[in-house]
């Protein structure tokens, strides 16, 4: 499967982004998904992950009620909506999937994920 991230941006302090990341060349529902992201001289960090129905989710502590996972099966695209924005949230942010027929596990480590978008950089002023 080929991912393609999209969405980011320059935004204040305070501010809202959705990041969207549009997936081909699979059954999309087949596939659970993660955000992670990843600051200039910091190692990469999960961000969110969505199982394949989108019935589950899981945060990363540093972005629990401030980021909210989606998806769209139909339309084989998955979203990060971002408010309250900080500037520590700088940084390129990655969508990841891997295979996940029918569970609903979530998968947080960067090491469960085979497919990787390009990323999208995200800069929050402060």
């Known amino acids: 499967v080929q991912l393609q991230a999209s969405g980011g941006g320059l935004v204040q302090a305070g501010g809202s982004l959705r990041l969207s990341c549009a997936a081909s060349?699979?059954?999309?529902?087949?596939?659970?998904m993660g955000w992670f992201r990843q600051a200039p001289g910091k190692e990469r960090e999960f961000v969110a992950a969505?199982?394949?129905?989108?019935?589950?989710?899981s945060y990363a502590d540093s972005v629990k009620g401030r980021f909210t996972a989606s998806r769209d099966n139909a339309k084989n695209m998955v979203y990060l909506q971002m408010i309250s924005l900080k500037p520590e949230d700088t940084a390129v942010y990655y969508c990841?999937?891997?295979?996940?027929?029918?569970?609903?596990?979530?998968?947080?480590?960067?090491?469960?994920?085979?497919?990787w978008g390009q990323g999208t950089l995200v800069t929050v002023s402060s």
């Open positions: 990841a999937a891997r295979r996940s027929t029918w569970s609903d596990e979530l998968f947080t480590s960067p090491l469960h994920y085979v497919y």
């Open positions: 060349g699979g059954t999309f529902s087949n596939y659970a």
């Open positions: 969505i199982n394949w129905s989108g019935s589950g989710t």
